[in-house]
């Protein structure tokens, strides 16, 4: 078979590539920036205004979560972006700093994709192990290995 355009799945994906070419300069003209609120609470003040209270109270919260969760288990930096998320659903920083943050991300992921980088992270996960490996030994061979079971009471 011929790899030409008279493939029947080719005029799929090429209307998929255009759909999602229209989505992304839509996000980047600025359209949809704003809050998302539905419109009886934007047309009140005092509603939208605790509205936006409300939002950045959870907003914060599940930031706040994700920060806790760094050190601790758990997916902390997944839980902060939905904090961003659910912060750009009614904050135009929060929707400019995701949109950024998404840009760099993809930007990174097309980066590691290439060959000399994965090419050099693979090099340098080997050099990394290979120098735990040799401190790992070096500490065995210095103070040995003993194993819970044997443990004198002191």
């Keep these: 078979m011929n790899t030409g355009s008279d493939e ?11 759909e999602a070419d229209r989505h992304v ?14 419109e009886f609470i ?9 509205w936006q209270v409300g939002v950045f109270v959870v907003g914060l919260a599940v930031v ?30 929060a929707q400019l700093v995701l949109r950024w943050t998404k840009r760099k991300v993809t930007e990174a ?6 060959p000399k980088v994965r090419r050099r992270n693979l090099t340098l996960t080997a050099v990394g192990l290979v120098i735990v490996g040799a ?9 040995g290995l003993v194993m819970p079971w044997k443990i004198e009471d002191q």
């Design 8 to 18: 029947p799945g080719e005029a799929v994906v090429t209307a998929g590539r255009a």
């Design 25 to 38: 300069a839509d996000e980047e003209s600025g359209r949809g920036l704003g809050s998302r609120a539905p």
């Design 42 to 50: 934007r047309s009140r003040r005092a509603l939208h205004l605790s």
């Design 64 to 93: 706040a979560a994700g920060i806790v969760m760094l050190p601790l288990p758990g997916p902390g930096w997944v839980v902060i972006f939905g904090g961003m998320a659910i912060w750009a659903t009614e904050f135009v920083w």
């Design 109 to 114: 992921a097309q980066r590691a994709l290439d």
């Design 135 to 143: 401190l790992v030994g070096t500490y065995l061979w210095r103070f």
